[in-house]
């Protein structure tokens, strides 16, 4: 058995699963690890400094597995922006086949990325921005539900509502995000109208993640409660792990204090530093409740096995057991 749904079919990966962008991981092993699991990867584009270096992790990871694997490009409003059209000229001159977009409206970004033959799957955080971008002419939906790591948006929406809310208006591909990390979670996300799952906080805990070891056993330590909600009085949520940074964060902001007072706690440098160098409390780092469901650090290809085959089972041997055929009725 194997299961195939449009999001398979459409990006042309064997399982229903994605790795999608996440700053200081979306990196080469891990990527390609994904890939040659049958899954679809993708590499963060603003993990690397320049568009030079993503031009060489791209090459890097063409290295690693001759499987489909995507680049993420998060468009996020900055004082200091990056060099995106620069960034999406390398991925088109890479010849990548599928670019994950996040952050802010893709609209810019289509004509480029599809008249290269890319596909664009579309991040987003709510039913109305779902619907807007498949009007735009985008090929998939990765909608996140408010258990996700990074920004789950403002209408704090769990996915158990928002996915099968946006399964009614959705008729292109689409991955449910937020919250899964196991055969079970993909099973539910099929059942609620999803074509696949997305995993971010799951394949950070993996061999090939890049993280560093105790930033991995945390996560495995960890369990659901172990998040903090930050810039919620700012209208610009990011779930982050709970940590001494976070709690102080949330304390400031809670007591009137405004993003200045808390700019150099949340600086990226730090949130880079716990994942090089293993200090769990040297800034904020991303991870989602999800974490309440991480007991292990399989390699990518083990755990990708495990929830495609668990899923399997689920589908053909528990569910499909509830099922009875009525008795007939008397004189039928």
């Known amino acids: 058995m194997s299961l195939k ?55 890097k990871t063409r290295d690693l597995t001759d499987k489909p694997f995507g680049v993420n490009l998060t468009i996020l409003p900055a004082i200091n922006p990056p060099p995106y059209d620069e960034y999406r000229q390398v ?25 290269n033959g890319i596909k664009v799957l579309h991040k987003c955080t709510s039913v109305r921005h779902a619907v807007k971008a498949q009007s735009l002419g985008v090929d998939g939906i990765s909608i996140d539900g408010f258990e996700c790591a990074g920004h789950p948006g403002e209408d704090d929406v769990p996915g158990l509502v928002l996915i099968p809310a946006a399964a009614d208006q959705i008729e292109i591909p689409m991955i449910a995000s937020g919250g899964f990390a196991d055969a079970r979670g993909l099973v539910a996300a099929l059942a609620l109208g999803a074509d696949g799952i997305n995993m971010g906080s799951r394949f950070m805990c993996t061999v090939e993640s890049c993280i560093h070891q105790n930033v991995k056993e945390a996560i495995v330590a960890g369990d659901e409660r172990g998040t903090e909600l930050i810039f ?17 964060v949330v304390q400031i ?19 880079r530093r716990v994942f090089d160098e293993g200090d769990v409390d040297a800034g904020i780092w991303t991870v989602g409740t999800a974490m309440g469901l991480i007991n292990d650090i399989p390699t990518v290809g083990d755990l990708v096995a495990r929830i495609v085959g668990e899923a399997e089972s689920l589908i053909s041997d528990r ?13 039928v």
Do not use: Y
């Open 319 to 331: 569910l499909a057991g509830m099922v009875t055929k009525s008795a007939a009725r008397i004189g």
């Open 253 to 271: 902001l809670k007591d009137g204090g405004q993003f200045e007072d808390v700019k150099d706690l949340v600086a990226g440098v730090r949130g």
């Open 91 to 115: 991925i088109v001159d890479a010849g990548i086949k599928i670019v994950e977009t996040a952050g802010s409206n893709p609209a810019p970004h289509l004509p480029m990325f599809h008249d």
């Open 5 to 59: 749904t449009k999001f398979t079919e459409t990006f042309g990966v064997e399982h229903p699963i994605a790795q999608g962008g996440m700053q200081w991981v979306g990196r080469a092993e891990l990527v390609a690890a994904v890939a040659d699991s049958g899954c679809l990867g993708f590499i963060t584009a603003l993990t690397q400094p320049t568009p030079a270096d993503l031009a060489n992790e791209i090459a």
């Open 232 to 248: 919620r009085t700012l209208h610009n949520t990011a779930r982050v792990a709970s940590n001494e940074v976070s709690r102080e």
